[in-house]
């Protein structure tokens, strides 16, 4: 298990729990390799097509095979290579953690992170999230491209009102994952500083290492972002967006490629 | 409606693009009635600013009239006469609460990218490439405002908008100058650019009680103007050595208060230009330090220097040694309009300042290129081109 990066002595709460592997009979892809091989798949295609080139057109070829696996969850690939990734041989979590300050009152920023149904306001992957019971919620989100949901369920294993909250997918939902967040007082009236940990597994083995290595810092990102909004809506009651931006979405590949211009930032010579 | 539009480096073109709409109950519509050129599109023309897009609208300095109000809009109505602010702020955040507006947490869609260029976030300004958020500028005949409550103020009555323009960026950006230059009674403040900036600035440091105010371009024009609308004693670097001049003025102390009104941009002479100037075409530098080097060398032991003008990536050869050697305290920042606005209009409209000398020529946006490039080149006594789309 790997530890928790949040490091000061007093926010390291239990070190926070593995999502628990699930697996599917019928599958040899996992779900959550599933999305990750049908937002590649998309994003390839996409950069693919945008220009007719020989290169080009692999790539989308590419993509387009890999969104057929996301949609499937059957990889030839994998079948060749006696890979299954679904059944997730006990890989390493990937962890995501990032600390914000929320310029609110602490019980107003926990209530609203408590209150499930809020969390689709924020979080761009998610279309809707009821609670069952006290414990027992429901998540759904869409596969990007209009092929489909996915649906599982989550529970809160933990709880300290005002303080944190622990939560974990519940074995044999369709995505494993677990999360940590803290609650605590800015120094100096400055409001609520938040600690997110986010654990979730990744297709394991050779392809699947590949494809996380790429995808890894674009969830990352994803949920960076989705923090982000979290602060910016309950700081300002929207999420403000500009003629460039108008729907306030996550940054998308051709977004990042301002990184190209970018570069020049980070001259070795300076 | 009409827009200037970025094309290409130093290529502008006017576009017919979509009217904006309302997306936020927080925003508003207004008709722009002017809008002003700033050293700042300088920058982004020039190609010294990244991540600008060809059809972006340019334009952060303006006023004009309330077309239409979202829900949540209360200090507004319809046909309200107002100036806005070039930064966009939401007022909610822990920086806007302490009246830093500029360094706004929420108003920069796009915070990723100054994430990563700066380690952090700050506003949205309108106009001012995707780093700043994306925002459609104000060279076109109607602008979305976000936060309109927020960034938008209400002109009084019998003002000329010919006065009252530059309380959007360039007046604001002046007194913040000033501001953060600490300047009290008795102060020798000395200024660096005579553009609007520094024009506002040396009004500014009037307001705060300085004994004596220098200012330093190389334009005649520009010197004249601060001399004759400014009471400024003025140095043109081009032919005194400006450090030297500043302790001979200043009974060997040099200045209490430097302000940079320059930026990245800065002319010069001699090995220092022609170091900075290869290095920036090479892209090895971003910005030409000349002023800010000097400021420091200039100033007083223990003195204060205040930068407004604009650096976007790095610098180099800043001498460091004179700046901690000499206990010097430095002030920097892109201006808290909201912050200043509504005290600016106060000496507007009792006529302690009356910035509208700085409106040299009125223009139709299909004008735009040519504006900038008399903007740019300084010709035909220009100080700062108003488009009134
Ligand atoms: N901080 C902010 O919020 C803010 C707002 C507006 C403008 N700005 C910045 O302020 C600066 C000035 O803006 P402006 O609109 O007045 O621009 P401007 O181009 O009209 O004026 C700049 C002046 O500096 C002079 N100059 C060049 N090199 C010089 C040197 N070595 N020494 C002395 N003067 C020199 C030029 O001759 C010119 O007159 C720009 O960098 C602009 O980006 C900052
Ligand atoms: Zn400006
Ligand atoms: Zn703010």
């Given at each position: 298990m790997t530890q928790t990066k949040v490091t000061s002595a007093e926010y390291i709460a239990e070190a926070l729990p593995d999502p628990i592997g699930s697996g599917s009979a019928y599958m040899n892809v996992g779900t959550s390799e599933r999305i990750i091989s049908a937002v590649a798949g998309l994003a390839l295609m996409s950069f693919g097509l945008r220009k007719f080139s020989i290169p080009r057109l692999l790539v989308a070829a590419a993509g387009a095979a890999l969104v057929e696996r996301g949609a499937s969850g059957y990889c030839p690939v994998n079948n060749m290579v006696k890979r299954d990734t679904s059944q997730a041989a006990k890989p390493e979590s990937t962890e995501i953690t990032k600390s914000l300050t929320i310029n609110k009152p602490r019980t107003e920023v926990y209530q609203f992170w408590r209150k499930l149904e809020n969390l689709p306001k924020f979080m761009q992957h998610l279309s809707e999230v009821t609670q069952i019971d006290s414990k027992r919620s429901h998540w759904i989100a869409p596969v990007p491209g209009g092929i489909g949901k996915i649906e599982w369920e989550a529970e809160i294993i933990e709880e300290v009102e005002n303080e944190k909250i622990i939560w974990r997918s519940v074995p044999n939902a369709s995505v494993d994952n677990s999360g940590e967040i803290l609650f605590k007082d800015a120094p100096a009236g400055q409001g609520t500083e938040i600690y997110v940990i986010i654990k979730y597994l990744p297709p394991a083995g050779a392809i699947g290492g590949t494809l996380a290595k790429v995808f890894n810092p674009a969830f990352k990102q994803m949920v960076k972002e989705d923090l982000r909004r979290f602060k910016r809506l309950i700081e300002t009651g929207e999420i403000p967006v500009s003629e460039s931006r108008p729907s306030g979405k996550t940054p998308t590949a051709e977004d990042n490629s301002m990184d190209k211009i970018e570069k020049k930032y980070e001259s070795p010579l300076l | 409606m009409k827009a200037l539009c970025y094309n290409n480096v130093r290529d502008l073109r006017v576009e017919n693009i979509p009217d904006p709409a309302i997306i936020s109950p927080k925003d508003m519509i207004i008709r722009v009635t002017l809008s002003s050129v700033c050293g700042s599109d300088l920058h982004i023309i020039n190609g010294f600013i990244p991540t600008v897009k060809s059809g972006d609208v340019l334009g952060h300095e303006f006023m004009g009239e309330v077309v239409e109000t979202g829900s949540e809009v209360r200090k507004f109505v319809k046909g309200d006469r107002v100036v806005v602010s070039s930064v966009i702020a939401c007022g909610e955040c822990h920086y806007c609460q302490h009246d830093s507006f500029s360094l706004c947490d929420n108003t920069n869609p796009n915070a990723f990218m100054p994430e990563k260029m700066y380690g952090d976030t700050m506003a949205g300004i309108f106009g001012y490439t995707h780093a700043f958020g994306g925002y459609s500028g104000s060279h076109a005949q109607y602008i979305r405002i976000p936060f309109a409550d927020i960034g938008a103020f209400k002109v009084p009555e019998g003002l000329h908008d010919d006065s009252v323009i530059f309380c959007s960026d360039a007046f604001p950006t002046g007194y913040m100058a000033a501001d953060m230059a600490d300047i009290k009674p008795g102060s020798v403040v000395a200024i660096w650019g005579c553009g609007g900036v520094g024009q506002m600035a040396i009004q500014s440091a009037w307001l705060m009680g300085a004994e004596r105010v220098i200012a330093i371009d190389k334009e005649p024009y520009r010197l004249r103007m601060a001399r004759e609308k400014g009471r400024a004693e003025t140095i043109n670097f081009e032919e005194a050595d400006v450090l030297e001049a500043l302790k001979d003025l200043t009974g060997g102390r040099g200045p209490d208060c430097c302000i940079?009104?320059?930026?990245?941009?800065a002319s010069g002479s001699g090995f220092g230009y022609a170091y900075d100037k290869v290095k920036q075409w090479a892209k090895l530098e971003n910005d030409r330090p000349l002023v800010l080097r000097d400021a420091i060398m200039a100033c007083r032991k223990g003195g204060n220097v205040s930068i407004v003008g604009v650096y976007s990536g790095f610098v180099d050869k800043i001498p460091m040694g004179a700046a901690m050697n000499k206990g010097l305290t430095f002030k920097m920042g892109q201006m808290h309009g909201q912050k200043y606005i509504p005290q600016l209009l106060e000496y507007v409209q009792s006529g302690q300042v009356d910035p509208s000398f700085l409106v040299t020529h009125k223009m139709g946006l299909e004008q735009g290129q040519e504006g900038y490039d008399m903007f740019t080149q300084k010709t035909d006594n220009c100080m700062r081109v108003v488009f009134a789309p």
């Open positions: - | 940079d009104a320059v930026g990245m941009e």
